[in-house]
Each structure stands twice: as C-alpha cells, then as structure tokens.
C-alpha cells in the first residue's frame, strides 16, 4: 500500500486511536499501554537513535544504514509500549493487553482510510526505544505503527481456514 508522504496525520486523530486502543481487555485494571508519536524530523531522530543500537549490537552496516531513514516511509510513527508488571505472569498480560490495543488502533486506523503498517522494535533497541519516548524503564517496546494516509489499496492475501479443535467431552 502507498501513501501521502506530504499529508499529515492529525494529532488529534491519533490521539483519538490511542484513546480506542484503551478499550482492549485488561487483566487487573493496570493500564499497561504507553504511546509516543514522532512526525517531521523526531522520526530521523528516531531511525538514528535505533540505528546507534542496532550497530552496538554487532548489526551489519547496510541494516544499519536503511534504519536511519525508514520511519520516514509514512508521516507518523506511533511507538506503543507496554508497561512491566509486578510478576513475569502479569507482565506477560500487560503484553497481550496491549497487542490487542494495536489491534483496535489498526482497525480504526483503516476505517478512517489510513494505511497502518505493525513494525517490531529493532533488537537491542528495546530500552533506547523506550528512553526517546520517556516510557519507564523496563517498557516493553509492543510496536512501531507507521501511519499515513493510503492513496492505493493491495488485495489482502488470504487466510489459512483456521484449525478448530472441539474439545471432547471426556
Ligand atoms: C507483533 C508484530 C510485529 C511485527 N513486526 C514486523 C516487522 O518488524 N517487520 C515486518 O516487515 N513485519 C512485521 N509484522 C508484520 C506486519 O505488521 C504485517 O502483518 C505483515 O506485513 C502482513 O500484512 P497483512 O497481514 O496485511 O498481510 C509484525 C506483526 C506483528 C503482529
């Protein structure tokens, strides 16, 4: 899918996919989702930042090079993370609690008829991440979501038929 690389995505707008994204299930109320977005020159800042990570971390140069540039592919990024819990057990819920937020923030995205691309975050980049985006330590970096509008649509490949297993009843 391509998109306006000159249209902006309004703030508010983003704003409001970020308020959906806090519908998604919760266990314990603990409000695990974080949001930061980087539009004009914070995303360079950002691709540089990841880059910086990615080569102390032994990537190899050409990886590195294509990082700088490519949260430029759409006018806002939306950085989401996930907040640690108070037990591997409830900050592995805090994860899923907040995937299922993208989800909502990428179908609304879509039925306001922008395209919405999920990136994971670069590994060894997780806590560089989290420090531009002033999350807490220890946030786990959920997705980098491209944003912008689409000015083309591609045919969605289509699914596998999902496997159902019927439990039996003994
Ligand atoms: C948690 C998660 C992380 C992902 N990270 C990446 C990524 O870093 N790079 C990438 O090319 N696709 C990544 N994807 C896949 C894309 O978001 C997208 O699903 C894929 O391009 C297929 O698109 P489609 O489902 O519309 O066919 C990720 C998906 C998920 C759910």
């Known amino acids: 899918m391509l998109v306006d690389k000159e249209r902006p995505v309004p703030i508010d707008l ?10 998604a299930p919760n266990h314990k109320r603990t409000w695990p989702w974080r949001f930061a ?3 004009g020159p914070a995303r360079a800042r ?4 990841v880059a910086e990570a990615m080569q102390a971390n032994g990537d ?6 294509k ?9 806002a990024i939306v950085v989401v993370g996930s ?10 819920e805090n994860r899923d609690s907040v995937a299922a937020g993208i989800e909502i923030m990428l179908l609304a995205a879509t039925a306001h008829g922008l395209a919405s691309y999920w990136s994971s975050c670069p ?15 220890g946030t786990h ?8 509008w689409a000015t083309s649509s591609i045919e969605p490949p289509r699914r596998p038929a999902p496997h159902v297993h019927v439990i039996a009843a003994d």
């Open 46 to 49: 950002l691709g540089n930042a």
């Open 67 to 75: 990082t700088r540039t490519k949260y430029l592919r759409t006018p």
């Open 14 to 23: 983003i704003r409001d996919l970020c308020d959906l994204a806090q519908w």
């Open 60 to 65: 190899p140069p050409e990886k590195v090079d």
């Open 83 to 92: 907040a640690a819990g108070d037990s591997p057990q409830r900050s592995g």
């Open 123 to 137: 590994k060894g980049a997780n806590d560089t991440v989290a420090d531009i985006c002033g999350f807490e330590p």
């Open 37 to 39: 977005v980087a539009e």
């Open 141 to 148: 970096i959920t997705g980098l979501i491209y944003l912008g």
